[in-house]
């Protein structure tokens, strides 16, 4: 029987799908919140660059209000969506995000948003 490796946080559900579909998952359970918080920023990352390989797999520059409609890409920023509350629960910031959405706004407001598009390639320096 060959061995998948993932290596990975994974969604509570999954062991007890995998073994309902015939395989043998391999897991442990992690309880420290120090622990789940350092896979969960991980997880982040791993769903952020699943969405960006959704987009690049798309024509990027397509003015159609239909882009936006695309499952898949719904799909991914659902997931990010998910792995982010479940870090401010973990992190027990829940009782913090008026803090947190203050600081969005001081940084949106120092160093603006991303609506204009700008894309950076360098900065020659004094």
Do not use: W
Not at 68 to 76: A, C, G, I, S
Request: aromatic residues 8%; hydrophobic residues 35%.
């Amino acid at each position: 029987m060959p061995i998948k490796t993932y290596n990975k946080l994974v969604r509570d559900k999954i062991p007890k799908i995998i073994e309902k579909d015939g395989s043998v998952p391999i897991f442990k359970k992690i309880d420290n919140n120090k622990d789940i918080a350092k896979l969960l920023s991980r997880k982040l990352l791993e769903e952020s660059q699943e969405l960006n390989e959704r987009m690049n797999d798309l024509e990027i520059l397509q003015e159609d209000p239909e882009y936006f409609n695309d499952k898949e890409v719904m799909k991914e920023i659902a997931d990010i969506m998910e792995v982010y509350e479940e870090l401010i629960f973990t992190l027990s910031l829940s009782g913090n995000l008026d803090k947190i959405s203050k600081q969005r706004k001081l940084k949106a407001d120092s160093k603006g948003r991303f609506k204009e598009g700008y894309y950076l390639y360098s900065v020659h320096e004094k």
